[in-house]
């Protein structure tokens, strides 16, 4: 479309007591001949947004470049349908971290004005992808209460859901308890297990296609539209869905490991067996039949442990005191001990686990259990030591019942790791791939489950710092993965309890629903939910060199039988983390190209005096800890001038390239921290960058530049308060090298 820009510059928030704003509309008048510019004393009022609609429908301005507050501020305000609105942040990044009616000052924020509306006149209206054909079914893998709670959840809200479950019935663990943990106020006593009757709606309901005795034997395609293949016992299923939800459950640590805790004893028992018991009546030991009336609950049995499970279950304290309730409720004069490392009762459960302290029958201390030994008449000892005592005692009782924690399926346990070694090793020299970039180069340490027809393996990456758990690391993004459209829920994501478990399959599915509902607009999904953009590329100068294919962090690139790159398009995250990789610079988004950031730094004014600098801020945590540090107003270097990105995954070389050839003195890259303990929003954007800048050596050398003139910085959106100090640094190093000797040209 042809362009007609307009310029709204808003005087509030201190802008005009800190810069001259005339002096701002000269630069878009005199330099850019911008055709519309306005100022305002406050813009994002009901009088400021009626001025810019009312220029959008009398006056044909089309693009909107508002200089003002952060582009993070006042979206509502500031969004106008159907036209371009770009933001220049004169606000935090200039009249509340700069001193005031300064030189300095007013040219930084004209070399923002000149920014935005340079970026404003490369930047276009978002043509949505949309699919051909579209599926907005969901598939629910595992049927158990995180499974059930998930299909009934989107089924509900008028979802066709298709559940697979790998055993003969639904239910899981939950139906194999005797009672379970209060679900509801005042969360005292115990209830009927709800894990049948929630069976029943599921098999009952009109929107669930169940199937039973039943695994994923393929899942190819993309959101919106997954191809499904289901190994039944009647032979193979095809159905096709938007979204998945993975909720295929967990298994009790294997007590065979523990036989320092008398595994393996007669009247020794887990948590799990301990349920079978109860449901038959009475407490009876496996040894006799004699009735339990002493029963001593061994915490943390294997949990917590480097030697077996290093993380807490979240379940098995409540557990042990529901079960200690079964104790108590069968015979009055029983008694249950309950021998602790910690008590963990999160929520609302610290109101049971005060109500069964007050059982004069239940006993509670904490200490270190050594040892479990046979006593007279198949009864047991257990010696405990450092406990609230305040000294080593020894137990005598019927039974014993170790509290054992909470393995994912999706672990694969040491012994059976050989054998799927051999198994992804075969798949993997028959399919021609090679596993997830991202992960380390060993096989996926997961059963198949999932089995995708993805370029970068066949399950979702599991991190080493996740102990098995399909938990994605990201930071506040419950139930994602780095598989688009895929979602996991319960106790593959986590350890949860049952009524975790349950919200946890709710949550998932709103994801799931939420997913292919975006899909159907065009839309992306978390984090950039509200983009309709999408890469653009331009084949003809493709040279299908594959770094995209390998570096796109959610699987949305692969390539066709030439090896030449082609986007799933509906898997993509509009992260740009492609934009970046490409040496042809042959991707591009409408609102955001290498042009596009290129044009912005060549129209920063470079002095022939005194240091210029650019920064590449990321939008996800630099951006915001920058808006927060402005906002205690904090005061920076004049010389930066920050240039967002989607990620730091985007840096191109070319924009290091152009900007020094230009006369920048340098520049810093503002990104997120790598590793899997805090990730990037796009899984590894700082590290590309850093990967990338390993090979800049070369390029500043034939510019006779030195390397340290950019720098990357790692931040959580926390250390917000240490940006000044990181910035000040930054241009103190920059003071002490010789100008840039691209300001002569």
């Known amino acids: ?217 393929k899942i190819s395609g993309f959101p919106g539209l997954y191809d499904i293949s289901i190994k039944t016992s009647g032979g193979t299923q095809q159905r096709k869905a938007g979204s998945v939800v993975m909720a295929a459950g967990w298994r009790p640590y294997d007590a065979k490991n523990l036989s320092h805790l008398g595994y393996g004893m007669p009247n020794v028992i887990t948590n799990v067996e301990m349920e079978e018991i109860a449901s038959k009546g009475k407490i009876l030991r496996p040894s006799d039949g004699k009735e339990a009336k002493r029963v001593a609950f061994i915490q943390c049995a294997g949990s917590r442990d480097s030697n077996h499970l290093p993380y807490c279950s979240a379940y098995c304290c409540q557990t042990s005191l529901k079960q200690a309730a079964y104790v108590r409720e069968k015979s009055d004069n029983s008694i249950a001990y309950i021998l602790y490392k910690d008590i963990r009762t999160p929520g609302q459960y610290e109101l049971f686990y005060k109500k069964m302290q007050e059982d004069p029958g239940v006993m509670l201390t904490k200490g270190e259990v050594t040892g479990v030994s046979e006593a007279p008449g198949g009864n047991l000892y257990v010696d405990v030591k450092d406990t609230l005592l305040g000294s080593d005692i020894r137990l005598e009782a019927d039974l014993v019942v170790l509290a054992t924690g909470m393995v994912p399926n999706t672990r694969i346990d040491a012994d059976k790791l050989a054998e799927w070694k051999g198994i992804f090793d075969e798949k993997l020299k028959a399919s021609g791939g090679k596993p997830d970039p991202n992960a380390k180069l060993e096989p996926h340490k997961v059963p198949n489950i999932l089995n995708l027809e993805y370029k970068q393996g066949p399950e979702l990456p599991i991190l080493e710092e996740a102990y098995g758990f399909t938990d994605s690391n990201y930071i506040c993004f419950q139930y994602e993965t780095r598989r688009t459209g895929i979602f996991t829920a319960g106790s593959i994501r986590q350890p949860m309890n049952m009524l975790g478990c349950i919200d946890d399959g709710l949550g998932a599915a709103m994801k799931a629903i939420q997913c292919v509902e975006a899909t159907a607009t065009g839309h992306s999904i978390h984090p950039r939910a509200w983009d309709q953009t999408y890469p653009e590329v331009n084949l003809q100068k493709c040279t299908s060199c594959k770094r995209c294919t390998e570096e796109c962090p959610f699987g949305a690139i692969e390539e066709d039988a030439k090896g030449t790159p082609f986007h799933k398009m509906s898997r993509c995250r509009r992260c740009g983390t492609c934009l970046g990789s490409c040496p042809e610079r042959v991707i591009n988004f409408k609102d955001f190209s290498i042009k596009m950031v290129s044009n912005m730094m060549k129209n920063v004014d470079v002095p022939e005096e005194g240091l210029r600098l650019l920064a590449l801020v990321c939008e996800n945590d630099a951006y915001p800890a920058l ?119």
């Open 627 to 745: 808006d927060a540090m402005a906002k205690k107003r904090e005061k920076i270097p004049s010389a930066i001038r920050f240039i967002p990105v989607r990620c730091l995954g985007n840096l191109n070389l070319a924009w290091i390239a152009d900007a020094l050839s230009r006369g920048i003195d340098g520049m810093m890259l503002l990104g997120c921290k790598f590793g899997e303990n805090y990730q990037c929003h796009f899984i590894r954007g700082s590290e590309l960058a850093k990967e990338r800048l390993g090979k800049l050596q070369e390029t500043l050398g034939r510019l006779q530049l030195e390397p340290d003139r950019v720098e990357l910085v790692q931040l959580s959106i926390s250390d917000y308060d240490k940006l000044p100090q990181i910035l000040n640094d930054f241009v103190e190093k920059l003071g002490e090298f010789d100008p840039n000797p691209f300001k002569e040209f």
């Open 1 to 217: 479309m042809e362009k007609k820009i307009g310029l709204y510059i808003c005087k509030g928030c201190e802008i005009a007591d800190t810069v001259d704003v005339e002096k701002l509309v000269k630069v878009g008048d005199k330099e850019y001949k911008v055709p519309v510019i306005k100022t305002h004393e406050i813009l994002c009022s009901p009088a400021g947004v009626e001025m810019i609609k009312n220029d959008i429908s009398a006056e044909g301005v089309n693009t909107v470049l508002i200089a003002a507050c952060s582009p993070r501020s006042k979206h509502r305000e500031f969004t106008f349908p159907g036209s371009v609105v770009e933001r220049a942040n004169i606000r935090e990044f200039v009249s509340w971290s700069q001193e005031p009616k300064n030189e300095d000052t007013q040219a930084l924020a004209e070399d923002y004005i000149r920014m935005g509306v340079s970026r404003a006149k490369d930047s276009e209206l978002p043509e949505p992808f949309m699919l051909e054909e579209l599926n907005k079914n969901i598939l629910v893998i595992g049927g158990g209460i995180t499974g059930m709670s998930s299909a009934l959840g989107a089924a509900d809200a008028g979802y066709k859901v298709i559940l697979v479950e790998k055993a003969p019935e639904i239910g899981g663990w939950a139906a194999k308890m005797y009672k379970q943990l209060p679900q509801s106020s005042p969360f005292e006593g115990l209830e009927e297990p709800s894990a049948k009757v929630t069976a029943e709606r599921v098999t009952s309901h009109a929107n669930i296609e169940l199937f039973t005795s039943s695994e994923i034997e």
